[in-house]
């Protein structure tokens, strides 16, 4: 027999997910709230240098001196602005690949500004590669995401690499109960819609727009990584994935 959350048959998750995704990106790019090109993907919307700049006036993240933040285009301005705060900053290697799967960013020690270091491209010229032996304890974690709602549920695109860092860095104790988890959004992807959850996902616990910040209530983490959750396949594509489940 499927095992049920909230009424959801779990083997129906996915696709109900993958709905919400839907609805998502077309209320998003109908609304003008972000380029066509989005659908998709993380958005890159309308807006973000704002939402940046609202980011920044918690106290939250003022008080921060770790943050990790996801490496798409949306959160560009997050991430130099984590730089030009004197921040240190991790991002996920792309596909979380090798067994250093973060850069490490130190504003400290950077070679080009600021918002040349937080491109994709400046990250992979000029950060070092470290893994999560090597990390500190993160105060805020910068999470992409396709589609919140105000409990603080939250969906990404799909390939399920932002869940399995945060699942990843619980399971090391870097992200614990003092760690915020933040979903800088369009107001468009800020839903009414119920979205499922299973053990391994994450909520946030500030949904910030270009215009407002939302605090969420309904906190909750994985509580580490969910190895039945994942294939075979899943692990033996990330290399830290393997090579913990093989000293399990």
């Known amino acids: 027999m499927a095992a049920i959350w909230n009424g959801w048959r779990l083997t129906d998750i996915d696709q109900a997910k993958q709905a919400v995704r839907e609805r998502a990106w077309r209320r998003l790019i109908d609304g003008g709230g972000a380029p066509a090109d989005s659908y998709g993907k993380i958005p890159g919307f309308y807006g973000t240098p704002a939402t940046a700049e609202r980011l920044a006036g918690l106290d939250e993240w003022q008080q921060a001196t770790r943050i990790k933040a996801d490496p798409d285009r ?7 602005r984590a730089l030009e705060d004197g921040r240190l900053l991790y991002t996920a290697v792309p596909r979380m690949a090798g067994l250093e799967p973060f850069f ?4 400290e020690t950077l070679t ?5 270091a937080a491109e994709k491209k400046g990250a ?14 993160i105060d805020t974690v ?5 589609a919140v709602n105000r409990s603080g549920a939250r969906i990404g695109k799909g390939a399920g690499y932002s869940d399995l860092e945060v699942a990843l860095l619980v399971e090391a104790g870097l992200v614990t109960a003092s760690t915020v988890i933040v979903a800088p959004v369009h107001a ?19 949904i910030v727009t270009p215009d407002e910040v ?5 906190r909750r983490r994985p509580p580490g990584l969910v190895w039945d959750d994942l294939t075979a396949e ?8 393997a090579a913990q489940q093989r000293a399990r």
């Open 74 to 80: 949306a959160q560009l301005p997050t991430r130099t």
């Open 104 to 107: 490490l960013l130190d504003p």
């Open 112 to 116: 080009v500004p600021a918002g040349e």
């Open 124 to 137: 992979a010229q000029v950060a070092r590669r470290i893994g999560v032996e090597a990390m500190r304890p």
């Open 142 to 146: 910068v999470c992409g995401s396709v």
């Open 188 to 206: 468009l992807q800020v839903l009414e819609d119920e979205i499922p959850e299973t053990e391994h996902d994450f909520s946030v616990d500030y």
């Open 214 to 218: 939302i605090r969420c209530t309904n």
């Open 234 to 241: 899943e692990i033996a594509a990330i290399p830290v994935l």
